[in-house]
């Protein structure tokens, strides 16, 4: 992960989200479907506002800035990055990764790390943009314009996703999608669909296969 694109920017990234307060609910409705229950763990935490919302008590990113504002929320927070988790073997019933995997270069070390930490039958939980949608396709443009966020993104498609959680041990188990809209559209608040991956913030959900 590029440890420090977010230092500069923890306090605009908050508040990207409070003017966007509707594309914010659409993604903590869709966030909601998983079985995100138990003793979690958020990876790339950022602020804390999805963990916040979500009632995940503990996240690790690399960012300090970052971790302060999550901390000021109540949540327990460690600096870190998630290819080398400082957590012994199967600790946790679940992991979430919302919005990070298109900042991590070693993906593989990555999700090796989580089915470590994951408890049997846990659950690991990846929330992203596709590359093949019309949001990700916005911020492939603006990256490529230079944007100081975006042009270290490197985002995936939905079969990538689907392909490096079952090489890493993972099974399929349900699948949530949300922003039918485009990004040049009003945002509306709308149910999440599931089983589908349409729009441009998808969530897979996945158990550890052993």
Known sequence: ??????????????????????????????????????????IGIGTGLIANELGIKLGIDPSLPMLSLAKEKGIDVIRGVGEKLPFKNEVFDFVLISTTLCFVTDRKSLMKEVYRVLKRKGNAAICFIPRESAWGKHYIEKGKQGHRIYRYARFLSFDEVIELLEVSGFVIKKIVSTLRFGPEEEPILEQPREGIAIGGFVCIEAEKNK
């Not at 500069?8 to 079985?35: D, G, H, P, Q, T």
């Open 1 to 42: 992960m590029h440890d420090t694109i977010f230092d500069e920017v923890a306090k605009e990234y908050e508040n990207w989200y409070k003017r966007n307060y509707k594309i914010f609910l659409c993604e903590k409705e869709a966030m909601k479907k998983l079985s995100l229950q138990g003793v979690g763990l958020e």
